[in-house]
């Protein structure tokens, strides 16, 4: 399951699915209509977990604690019990059909463009299209809302406007403090599916989106200069720290301090082939840093060359670190980095750059 999607449980409008799995459909179709073509309609449930005693199995609840695993009933292409992880018996579990009628009355708006599972579907995710825009006349952006659930206890159900450049398709990922609100549907109690509900969070979605653009605009009026440039390529890629105060070793080797310790030739050489195989690891780090960091100035070069309206703004200098992470290794394609650059480690960098180019917008 290199690829991430659980089976070939991914659905998508028109565009083929990743890796030739699953399949496309070309007419809108609400969400439980989605979560039944994808074969999300699979059911979880929580179950006792149990302890080996003196007099005999007993539950975990009958030891007084208040634990119970999350499992995922055999299915046809995998017939086994699958466990998500361990909950408190109070946590309320979400189907996917429960999911999809929740989502119905969104698709009215915003119609249904992906959505999957991965792992043994422990985690879901489903796209909802939220139409086009173009940022100050010289760039546009697909707009997107992202459903993702995880039924391993971990994670709120959630609900993130995530944008995309169309015309490099690569995916934007915000600090939630600075630009939008995500919205958490927390399992500590039922999702409550009435018209205030869904009227709440319309409105909800819908400032989102509108703080969105209005970040992305100002994020194109400002012209920066060299070490400002510097500074969000800083913030994506950060200054590598050495481990083990292999720093102060070194420069105790070096300055001869080590020698005045009544060590044995032994200690002293263990000290030092650590002292310097942590050195190697760090010059591989700013090798690695470095390298970063040149290629998303390769990559600012070439948006500024495209964009010259937007040269050198906050908004060209985020692009370029969003993507030389959505493509780093000619990689952009593939489920796992997909993952990554939404909810991953590639999306940590693009929300530390964008903070610190949102910054720089508006100081």
Request: hydrophobic share 40%.
């Amino acid at each position: 399951m290199a690829h991430g999607i659980f089976g070939d449980r991914f659905l998508s409008l028109r565009e083929p699915a990743w890796h030739g799995l699953g399949t496309t459909f070309t007419d809108p179709i609400t969400a439980t209509e989605a979560v039944s073509r994808s074969k999300l309609d699979y059911k979880v449930g929580k179950f006792p977990l149990y302890v080996k005693t003196a007099n005999g199995l007993k539950s975990l609840k009958e030891c007084g604690l208040d634990q119970v695993v999350v499992l995922r009933q055999p299915l046809p292409d995998d017939d086994k019990y699958r466990a998500f992880g361990t909950v408190n018996d109070s946590y309320s579990l979400v189907q996917n059909r429960d999911i999809g009628k929740m989502l119905d009355p969104l698709t009215e708006t915003w119609p249904v463009e992906t959505i999957g599972a991965l792992g043994h579907g422990e985690t879901i995710f489903l796209t909802l299209n939220a139409g086009e825009i173009e940022i100050n006349g010289g760039d546009r952006v697909h707009q997107y809302f992202v459903v993702t659930d995880n039924k391993a206890g971990k994670e709120a159900l959630r609900i993130l406007f995530t944008p995309v450049r169309v015309v490099c398709q690569n995916t934007l990922v915000m600090g939630i403090s600075q630009a939008t609100t995500s919205i958490a549907l927390r399992h500590d109690k039922d999702v409550t599916l009435d018209l205030k509900f869904y009227t709440s969070l319309m409105d909800d979605l819908r400032r989102s989106q509108a703080g969105v653009v209005e970040s992305f605009n100002r994020m194109t009026l400002k012209q920066l200069v060299d070490d400002q440039i510097n500074d969000i390529l800083a913030s994506a890629y950060p200054d590598p720290k050495p481990t083990d105060n292999s720093d102060r070793v070194a420069r105790a080797i070096a300055s001869g301090q080590l020698a005045k310790l009544q060590l044995t030739p032994e200690e002293i050489a263990t000290i030092t082939d650590r002292a310097d195989r942590a050195v190697k690891l760090l010059d591989s780090d700013w090798t690695n840093v470095i390298r970063q960091r040149d290629d998303a100035r390769t990559l600012l070069d070439k948006f500024n060359d495209e964009h010259p309206k937007l040269s050198n703004t906050p908004w060209a200098g985020w692009q370029a670190v969003v993507e030389a992470e959505d493509y780093r290794d000619g990689k952009g394609g593939s489920v796992a980095v997909k993952k990554s650059a939404l909810f991953g480690a590639r999306a940590q960098v693009k929300i530390r750059s964008f903070k610190t180019a949102y910054s720089l917008a508006v100081k």
